[in-house]
């Protein structure tokens, strides 16, 4: 079956860096992009961007750019999301989804970034 | 950016009663754009409606959504408990892609 499956939760001071990793299988790599979506405590969902396997494009919610970067392997079919300067507001779950400009679906388990002194 | 506002924020209903979410977007959204998710404490998000019609797979019969334009309902006809959760919009048609800031969905 299609699934997503991430990497554990983080704890980072801040301005440090987190990569968080999602591991698609089930479906042709390639063919889907994946977005990112970050939930903070108490707050709704915010989309963070999204990249397309098959060539790299990315497409980052202004409110990221310049700190964000979104990769892939296409060997391992995973794709990574690294968040750079790290603030406390940055605390929050995030979540990889199968989908761009369509539906978002599956979603990863979640990744859990805290960011304390 | 297109704007979704929610209502009613919080919706306080009784298991086999008929609730009624709506979804506002602050320009048009074309049908094709707008999905449904619910979400519980502790999971993924789950997409329930895509393309404003249609039933993801796996998806009970008594989710429905509708709408057009700037104005989308989901409507779950029959209560069950499992149904008490967030529920959030989405429009993906348009960068940035953009979420409603949810209806909450409790048990009265």
């Known amino acids: 079956q299609v699934q997503l499956v991430q990497s554990g939760a983080e704890v980072k001071k801040p301005g440090a860096s987190v990569k968080v990793s999602c591991k698609a299988s089930g479906y042709s790599f390639t063919t889907y992009g994946i977005s990112w979506v970050r939930q903070a405590p108490g707050q709704g969902l915010e989309w963070m961007g999204w990249?397309?396997?098959?060539?790299?494009?990315?497409n980052y919610a202004q409110k990221f750019q310049g700190r964000i970067t979104m990769t892939t392997d296409t060997s391992t079919t995973t794709v990574y999301m690294e968040l750079r300067s790290l603030r406390s507001d940055d605390t929050a779950m995030y979540y990889c989804?199968?989908?761009?400009?369509?539906?978002?679906?599956?979603w990863g388990q979640g990744t859990l970034v805290t960011v304390s002194s | 950016e297109i704007v979704l506002t929610q209502s009613p924020g919080t919706l306080s209903l009784s298991p086999g009663e008929r609730a009624t979410l709506s979804c506002r977007a602050s320009q048009s959204v074309a049908a094709t754009y707008l999905g449904w998710y619910q979400h519980k404490p502790g999971q993924a998000p789950r997409l329930l409606i895509d393309a404003t019609f249609s039933r993801a797979t796996g998806i009970p019969d008594r989710f429905s959504g509708s709408g057009s334009g700037t104005d989308f309902t989901l409507t779950i006809s029959r209560l069950e408990p499992e149904d008490f959760a967030v529920y959030y919009c989405?429009?993906?048609?348009?960068?940035?892609?953009?979420f409603g800031q949810g209806t909450r969905l409790e048990i009265k």
């Open positions: 990249i397309i396997p098959y060539n790299d494009n990315t």
């Open positions: 989804a199968r989908g761009t400009h369509r539906s978002f679906d599956p």
């Open positions: 989405q429009q993906y048609g348009s960068s940035p892609i953009t």
